[in-house]
């Protein structure tokens, strides 16, 4: 191997490794879709969605980033 391939040397496995967690990442929101497209799937969404709602506005105060002090 020359030395001039040496700094991109796994490279490839690098990126398809990368390319396979957004790959899995983007099946799941896929699986989710279809999986809420059955009759189940859809109450399963009715009942939870207004739940899923509610604790994201009594979190979302707790998640935010401090108020900074203001400068004198």
């Known amino acids: 191997m020359p030395s001039e391939s040496l700094p991109v040397h796994g490279h490839a496995p690098r990126v398809n490794r990368q390319w396979s967690v957004v790959l899995t990442q983007a099946m799941r929101t896929v ?3 279809l999986a809420t497209d059955t009759a ?3 109450a399963a969404t009715r009942v939870t969605a207004p739940v899923l709602a509610g604790a994201a506005t009594v979190t979302a105060p707790l998640l935010a980033a401090p108020a900074r002090p203001r400068p004198r």
């Open 31 to 33: 699986r989710l879709i």
């Open 40 to 42: 189940l799937g859809a």
